[in-house]
T-cell receptor, first 112, second 113 residues
Framework: GENVEQHPSTLSVQEGDSAVIKCTYS??????FPWYKQELGKRPQLIIDIRSNVGEKKDQRIAVTLNKTAKHFSLHITETQPEDSAVYFC???????????FGKGTHLIIQP | DTAVSQTPKYLVTQMGNDKSIKCEQN?????MYWYKQDSKKFLKIMFS???????INETVPNRFSPKSPDKAHLNLHINSLELGDSAVYFC????????????FGPGTRLTVL
């Protein structure tokens, strides 16, 4: 089955700086890679996703890059703001009805 | 309107009891899922259900069983609850046969005493 590794487990950055979270996956058949943000006590919410036929995708301050050869993908958040503080999860799936395999999460802390 | 809803939000029960969590989605999605989030925040797929096809994560004990009365509902039944079942359980749904955005319910926090 799929295995997703996520690093770092905790990331503290100054407000206004950039944050990068990295994930690797094991199953070359995986073709969909979403990123979810989870605030304390809330449900995971999709912030950006990328499919295997695309190398990069950007949405305002958030971008995701995918390297299929190396089987890794990264989340980039620029100009971080206090409301970006949360736990971020990467995930991968090969489609079908297999569900998402999640990384273990990154606790992002934005220092004022 | 809530896209994916779950009841109850909190569930406190004794070891050995049997309980159910209900999930409903009004998005017209074909696939529904159950995830477990443990105390370390690890999110793990338990089941997915698409057009009467059930895919079970092999690590899920057979005390857990999903039941789908129709396409909009996927309930989770848990028999003989154990302390280790304490977690937050999230229902989710997606429009296609996987490979698309999954919308999560608000979660059910289960505490087994």
């Amino acid at each position: 089955g799929e295995n997703v590794e996520q690093h770092p487990s905790t990331l503290s950055v100054q407000e206004g700086d950039s944050a990068v979270i990295k994930c690797t996956y094991s199953d070359s058949a995986s073709n969909y890679f979403p990123w979810y943000k989870q605030e304390l006590g809330k449900r995971p919410q999709l912030i950006i996703d990328i499919r295997s036929n695309v190398g990069e995708k950007k949405d305002q301050r958030i971008a995701v890059t995918l390297n299929k050869t190396a089987k890794h993908f990264s989340l980039h958040i620029t100009e971080t703001q206090p409301e970006d503080s949360a736990v971020y999860f990467c995930a991968a799936t090969g489609g079908g009805a297999d569900g998402l395999t999640f990384g273990k999460g990154t606790h992002l802390i934005i220092q004022p | 309107d809530t896209a994916v809803s779950q009841t109850p939000k909190y569930l406190v029960t004794q070891m050995g009891n049997d309980k159910s969590i209900k999930c409903e989605q009004n998005l017209g999605h074909d696939t529904m899922y159950w995830y477990k989030q443990d105390s370390k925040k690890f999110l793990k797929i338990m089941f997915s259900y698409n057009n009467k096809e059930l895919i079970i994560n092999e690590t899920v004990p057979n005390r857990f069983s999903p039941k789908s009365p129709d396409k909009a509902h996927l309930n989770l039944h848990i028999n003989s609850l154990e302390l280790g079942d304490s977690a937050v359980y999230f229902c989710a749904s997606s429009g296609g046969r996987g490979g698309g955005e999954q919308f999560f319910g608000p979660g059910t926090r289960l505490t087994v005493l």
